[in-house]
């Protein structure tokens, strides 16, 4: 097997059949197969994707999820079912083009000094607020981290076979697939690409979400956090010292009544605030802790199907 595509699905029922055929027409000289991952769709995605199966013009593996694991775990599942000398992850709503995942694939047969094409948006196509979101989060992550992420890199990408069986080795729970990208890695070149309209349907992710993506990156590639709160707790105790200090002269040395009920109230605000936000902080990496220490699988699939495709 040359090439497989990882394809994680969501809600996909309207993307799925014409995302074959594009996958047909661009592929078509190549020996390939097609990994659908259905993430917990609430729609008629499985039924679609069995249909597509049964026609048998393809080489399709189905992993049907029991629930709703994440596009992390489809991405992970995707991988371990790859039989291909190279993989490409790619979502189904045709927004990332089959002919820029050709392109990869080429790029890294005549290439041999590459391990990975990554694709970025080389001009964003979101509101601004997103825009400048995004903007902030890869300037504070690449601060924080000792990784680097390519600004705007995405999961649409092609690897050898080499890179991930190094991310298959790489089996925690809470996953952050930009950041095991950049720390397993391997020589990658990215290149621009312009995203397209989704064929059908409307994006699962809104700005919470990408949020809560973005909390979970920093959390599972950086301790750095942690370190910032011991300087704000040293500073903190440090201007406390200081503030007695300057209280004590006041009343021994000036004589100046000080009045203490706004002073308390404002310390205790202030200590009281710094206290919740360090605990909070550490409460994240001990949850993560909890969560891998308990060992659960990263995904569970209520089944997988396979079809090969029929010549003539």
Request: charged share 25%; hydrophobic share 45%; aromatic share 12%.
């Amino acid at each position: 097997m040359k090439l497989s595509l990882v394809v994680p699905c969501y809600n996909e029922a309207e993307n799925v059949r014409l995302f074959t055929e594009k996958v047909r027409e661009h592929l078509a000289d190549l020996d390939y197969e097609i990994i659908f991952v259905n993430d917990g769709s609430k729609d008629d995605t499985i039924k679609e994707l069995k249909n597509i199966k049964n026609e048998k013009k393809e080489n399709i593996t189905i992993i049907n999820f029991s629930r709703n694991f994440g596009k992390e775990a489809g991405i992970y599942a995707g991988f371990q079912h790859a039989k291909g000398d190279y993989v490409t992850v790619i979502d189904a709503d045709l927004q990332q083009p089959l002919e820029v995942a050709r392109e990869m694939y080429d790029f890294l047969e005549g290439h041999e000094e590459y391990d990975a094409v990554a694709a970025y948006q080389d001009v964003r196509k979101e509101g601004r607020i997103i825009t400048a979101f995004k903007d902030a989060f890869y300037k504070i992550i690449n601060k924080l981290c000792d990784i680097e992420l390519y600004a705007n890199a995405s999961d649409f990408r092609c690897m050898r076979r080499t890179v991930v069986e190094a991310i298959l080795s790489m089996s925690e729970y809470h996953r952050f697939s930009k950041g095991i990208f950049a720390w397993v890695g391997f020589d990658t070149y990215y290149r621009p690409y312009e995203v397209q309209e989704r064929n059908a349907g409307t994006s699962s992710w809104s700005f919470w979400s990408l949020l809560k993506y973005a909390m979970e990156g920093v959390i599972s590639f950086s301790t750095k956090p942690l370190k910032v709160v011991i300087s704000a707790g040293v500073f903190t105790s440090v201007m406390a010292i200081l503030y007695m200090i300057v209280v004590i002269v006041q009343k021994l040395v000036f004589g100046i009544e000080i009045p203490g009920y706004p002073t308390i109230i404002v310390l205790i605000l202030l200590i009281g605030g710094i206290q919740l936000t360090v605990m909070g902080i550490i409460g994240e990496y001990l949850a993560k802790v909890h969560i891998e220490v308990k060992g659960r699988p990263i995904y569970i699939a209520k089944e997988v199907l396979h079809s090969t495709r029929e010549e003539g």
